[in-house]
């Protein structure tokens, strides 16, 4: 099981915001990259990496942040904003490892097979779910489509990946909807990766446990808790490989 620790970025500032709102903004760091470099010193190789302004103008904003983390030799997981071919092809040429598309997902079954198409295992489809349905453009608006639907019918298409983001629980510290998570793997052949809610080592200690009974299930994102402290990413990292 992969950890994933995040970095968001509004800005070009490393920011949480609760629950997806624009006006609940904490920034932790002036410079994405530093958080980067902490992140690959505890052990990380991977990094998933949310472009704020992206998701929310329909179009990627930090690129040259994201090619700062690039860098440092991490792989990227980046969302947000990659609502077309063209920004999906800037993003990977920037030397992202797996784009993350989420509104153009669920509006458009035809875009998802092209891009699954032409560019494979490094197409993810984020599925972000409030009570069930899926939230699109940037959590402030519904799409009206279930997750478990839109799953269905992403894996028809071969996505190989899906990032399933439980937005009641996403920021609140409050631990992972275990139930949400285990329905999905059970959907589709896709690998899941799961988000929201991680507050404490224990919840990652859940999770590797749900890993043993669904090999699909790929790794967890772990935002706010790591900035504020309460889990530490070394630790994560040691309970995943174990």
Known sequence: MNIYPAIDIKGGRCVRLTQGRADQETVYAEDPAAVAVEFKAAGAGWVHVVDLD???TGEP?????????????????LGGGLR???AIERALGAGVSRVVVGTRAVESEHFVGQVVEA??????VGLDAKNGIVAVKGWVASSGMSALEAARRMDVL??????????????MLTGPNLRAQETMLRVGKFRVI?????SRREDVIDLAKLAQGHANLDGVIVGKALYEKRVELGDLLAIARA
């Open 194 to 198: 799961a988000s929201g809610g991680i």
């Open 158 to 171: 071969g996505v190989q990946t899906i990032i399933h983001t439980d937005i009641g629980t996403d920021g």
């Open 54 to 56: 992206g998701a929310f």
């Open 61 to 77: 904003q930090n690129l040259a942040v994201v090619q700062k983390i690039v860098a440092l030799g991490l792989k990227v997981q």
């Open 84 to 86: 077309t071919r063209a």
């Open 119 to 124: 560019f494979g295992a490094k197409i993810a």
